[in-house]
């Protein structure tokens, strides 16, 4: 999502991801809408890791489903949301999310229902089908050893088996072995896997989802002593030796007893009944308004925002471009940050106006998500002021504005995610186009 | 750079001052005595300089002093004159340019040392200063000089008419009228180092970094097209701010000449790589040492494969060049991304992994890394994404590997 490269052929046709985001939304709002009744408004959850382009490709998807989207909000947050309203919870938790195709791990501080998000990071290739594809490569590597040839000697093969795998991958979650039937050249066979074997295939992949743990620990400059609480959301979390790995990080058990796989969901509904409750209390159902009465929210960015300079190598002495942050990563939202920069030039008329997402102060290693030319007065030596402000809101939506302080000229742009990155004509295009996969 | 402008602006304001205390000695006068009707007495316009020091804003400057005495004969009383002061270095035995780096002390369009009273009127036709009179000072921490140690300094006072201003160019004079002038020279010991030694290092630099590229070049065994190309590329980009088509002609031979003595170093044997690193080390500031590594990590990446032992002699080559290894690789995963390198080698010199390192600090260096590398699993371009992805991979294993 939210990458306008990636496409994918389909009966000779071209779909973006939007697209194809867009028919798992309808077949959702339509599944609701057979128990509800007409469905107009979403709240959307994403991965706290997603960035601006993500988060507005999402709205288009959203948009392209027919809904509404009032909302989109952070996985983890809608599951510590619902977990918030159900237990009595005070101090720092961690929410570990391993899903399907991504993790995600988030900490924050709990006071009854007050919820501060503190860190939050996320990695959008680490979850479940990379498990799967760690068993088939066990069951063919055995059944090489084995049949003196591979399990799957096809890429097409090796597919077909990914689901089958996921369904032993599962049962390897209660029972310690699983066997696996396979026909290849040399005949039929039947390979054997433990858990222990699973165990020690995921363990690399295991190892990077500790590392980010750790990594979001160190970020909020916790201790793993000083967490109560790890909650587990996300169907791979389910599997023991993950639970064991946190473990032996946090010294304490995680959490299994919420609903792994419904937590976001449910968090993501309390969050659109806060939201209904603040805009017509009327619509909520009187049992559920005293539950939602008194939740507070607090987000961070997850993304550090700069803007490109010139600065001096403080080892060579040199100029370089270097991207200056002024709102760093885990800032709480709403929050706003004004620096004064410098023109450079006698005579300077311009200034590149660049936002950048990300982290590094290298340019090369960080995102630029606006870029735009900003005019200044002629004739003016170097060194005049230009205030730059940065704010963010709650909603993930940012402003910038580059000022140039003697002359007042202002640049203003803002930067939302609740605005789909997609032109109207390209969205009434899509839609025609996808009307052929409606479902009755 | 801060150091600089702080003294520059102290400078500007002693220069100033130095303005007050003309204006106070001419005031006064009684330097300036006249001979009416007579002659003048028979001595000549002289000067003398001394190494001294001046007290400004509480910091103590070192200067130059000069200072003359003697006869001035002007056209009419009332003549607008100045005094004029430049310098040169004549250790060598001939006279070689002093520059300055303050430019209100410079001729109008060189970078010469150019020392210049305001005009002031000359109160009488016949005037003589009787006493030794301070009518100049150079601060000497701003002249650069050719060469360090005992050098042989020329200083040379003109008085000047003021109006038309009298112009130099390379120290001559080239137009306006002198009435009076003396030269005097004088002994320094120069601890910086000079203009001429430094464009000596330059070149010097040039060279080792050509013999360390080609070095690298060498170590896996054979030096093709692609690496000569990359050093060519580096040499065009040295010669293309040159205008002047005589002087770039002129540099490009001097350059090509370096390579060939490069590569027949190499080819021979002859290069000793540790020799180098730490002559480098010794002459040339941080820049420049970056700026070697980074044309060996070109050469290196050349032909789109980083062998191990091309990776460990540049690693090697930092370390002797006491470069920090941290930024040597930041400029590694750059030029010689992970999709470069060919064979298995061990992961620990790609993630910055030292055996100094206790297995906490493994673990706390491998966490970081792995925070850098997320961030730019999300970058847009895609293979910025690719060797993250692939960075990530390696670092949990090397996690698997030394954190328990
Ligand atoms: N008992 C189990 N043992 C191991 N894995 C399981 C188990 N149950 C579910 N999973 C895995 O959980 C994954 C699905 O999790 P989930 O529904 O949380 O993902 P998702 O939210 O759809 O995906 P993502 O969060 O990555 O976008 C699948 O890969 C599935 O194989
Ligand atoms: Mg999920």
Redesign the pocket.
Known sequence: MGESSKQWRYRGRTYRPEELSSLILRKLSLDAESQLGKVRDAVITV?AYFAESHRRATMDAGELAGLNVSAIIN?PTAAALFYATNHEVNGKIVVF?L??G?FDVTVMRVAGRDIDIIASEGDRHLGGTDFDRVLAEIVNKKARLETGAPAFPSDIELQKFLNQAEERKRALTTRPNQRVLIQNDSGRAQVSVSREELEEGISPLVAKAEMLVEAVLDEARLDPGEISKVLL??GSSRIPFVQRRLEAIFGFAPVTEVNLDEA?ACGAALYSGLNALKENAALVPAGVRSGLSDVQLVEVANHSYGTITVSTDEETGRRILANDILIPKGSSLPCSETKTYYTMADGQDVIEVQITQGESKDPDNVNIIYQENMPLPPNRPAGRPIQVTYSYDKNQRMECSFRDVESGDLMAVELSSLEGALEAETKRKSRAALEEFQIE | MEVILTLAGIWFAFWLLGGALRAIGAAAKSAVATVKGEEPPARRFEARVSQTTIELKGNTAPIFEIEVRGPITAPYAGFEIQFVVHAMDITDGEAKPIFCALDWMQEADTPLLEYRTEAAPLPYQHAIISDWSRRAFVPIDMVSLPRSGTRRLEFHVDVVSANPEAKYFFGQRVSGVVLASATVRTSVEWAEIGYEEMRERRTRIEELTLDLAMAVSAADGSMDRAEGAVIRAWLGKRVEAIEDDEEKSREKRRLNGLVTAAYQKATAGELDMRAMCSELTEISDPAGRYDALELCLHVAAADGRAEEAELNTIRQLGEWMRVSLDRLRGMEEKILPVSMHVGDADDDGLLGISGAMSPEEVRKHLNREYRKWNSLASHSDPSKREQAQEMLSRIAAARRKHVA
């Open positions: 991965p996985e999310d899903g399907g991504t959301v996300g976001v």
